[in-house]
């Protein structure tokens, strides 16, 4: 996948189709909007009928278009989606993921930093191929948040927060700091996943506010909610998770 690459996923009546052409992708914007005929869609797209042609027989061989001819005329073909656009790459986790990749150098690392190279690959590469994986994610985290909660020792709120700071430290997961206030607020410096990412305009650590949540829950027996509202992913130099009892 190029820097300057979109990547879009359909879904067929033949499973997920992954497109990075350029003309294909041209091709599909146009018939999101309607039935387009072979005519307009040389036009708009300024390629040659030929190049057209070949990329509208790749798209109906993957069953993402159809054709149908003109009532008046059948020599006159026309033709629209027979899928569903559903996902489509975002140019910030795309530069990062290639950034992800480029490091990869498995002699400078070694198996604790390989393995979190391989994961934040995975995370990031999963957003550059179009997919959005905070929900996945999260349940993910939660269900492993759940399986260490009852291996922890505290049974009160406060005494669990101290726990997990230090735990978090342990763990070479980051340096994590407890803010008691109106509501309780849990900052994370040096975040093991996202400290290094650029500014992309949003949260990332979906997966955290699982584990906290699912540690939180399984230990003291109560339903809490954690979410991340500052991250370095949106500017700033930490990672805050405010949480609250599930009413």
Not at 7 to 19: C, D, H, K, P, R
Not at 73 to 82: C, E, G, M, P, V
Not at 203 to 223: A, H, N, V, W
Request: glycine share 8%.
């Amino acid at each position: 996948m190029g820097h300057d690459q979109n990547m879009m996923i359909y879904s067929t009546e033949n499973g997920i189709v992954a497109l990075d052409s350029p003309v294909k992708l041209k091709i599909l914007e146009m018939l999101r909007k309607g039935t387009v005929s072979f005519d307009d869609l040389v036009e708009q797209s300024g390629k040659a009928k030929s190049t057209i042609s070949v990329h509208l027989d790749d798209l109906q061989k993957l069953n993402l278009i159809q054709e149908k001819s003109s009532p008046e005329d059948k020599r006159k073909k026309y033709f629209f989606l027979n899928s569903v656009c559903f996902a489509c790459s975002e140019m910030p986790m795309v530069k990062h993921y290639q950034n992800n990749l480029e490091a990869f150098d498995i002699s400078g690392l070694n198996g604790d930093s390989l393995l979190m190279h391989i994961f934040q690959t995975v995370r990031y590469g999963m957003e550059a191929y179009g997919f959005n994986p905070k929900p996945i994610m999260k349940r993910l985290g939660k269900d492993i948040g759940t399986r260490v909660g009852p291996d922890l020792e505290s049974n009160d709120e406060s005494g669990l927060l101290q726990e997990l700071s230090e735990f978090w430290k342990l763990q070479k997961l980051g340096e994590m700091k407890i803010i008691n206030n109106s509501r309780p607020t849990v900052i994370v410096t040096e975040c093991y996943h996202c400290s290094k990412m650029p500014n992309v305009g949003k949260t990332l650590c979906s997966m955290d506010e699982g584990i906290l949540e699912g540690i939180f829950s399984s230990r003291l027996g109560i339903e809490y909610t954690f979410k991340e509202i500052e991250c370095f992913g949106s500017g700033h130099q930490h990672c805050k998770f405010v949480f609250e009892e599930k009413k």
